[in-house]
């Protein structure tokens, strides 16, 4: 009982805070991160880090795939221009694999037309390069559980 208390506190308290959400175990919410550019790897690990996630790395997309099943994310940020497997390709399989099905997978990228492919692929959402910021962090909490667990506004089942 005290521990769920706790538990339910530290929720409260991060999301009031804007930290981060927080995954059903009661831990920061897992994203993992595919891009293949080291810098903006390193700048978004950063950016997600800072607001309180827990960030899992993936540099192409095969490597997003297995991390995915290994991890099991709360949330995936794609790259769509990748090597080895591209954005698409790996989203398609996450989405034929029963364990990442429900996964949502927001995709990233500067490429024209992209939106309209990713969604087709069976991403949930799409953001462009250059990302803003502020963007991104709004659509991260509306696919990921608030803090009592219910869904944000953006995911759906």
Do not use: C
């Not at 308290?13 to 927080?22: C, I, M, N, P, T």
């Amino acid at each position: 009982m005290f521990e769920a208390a706790l538990v339910t506190q530290r929720r409260l308290a991060d999301s009031y805070l804007g930290r981060g959400d927080v995954a059903p175990n009661g831990g920061p919410a897992t994203i993992l991160l595919a891009e293949d550019h080291l810098d903006s790897r390193e700048a978004m690990r950063a950016l997600l880090e800072a607001h309180g996630y827990r960030v899992v790395e993936a540099a192409n997309g095969r490597e997003a795939v297995e991390r995915a099943l290994q991890e099991r994310p709360d949330l995936v940020l794609m790259d769509i221009m990748m090597p080895e497997m591209d954005g698409f390709e790996a989203t398609r399989v996450l989405r034929s694999q029963e364990g990442t099905r429900g996964v949502p997978i927001i995709a990233v990228t500067a490429m024209d037309g992209a939106q309209r492919l990713s969604v087709q692929a069976g991403a949930n959402d799409f953001i462009a390069k250059p990302i803003d910021t502020r963007g991104l962090m709004a659509k991260i909490r509306s696919w990921l559980p608030g803090p009592n667990g219910v869904p944000g506004p953006g995911r759906f089942e």
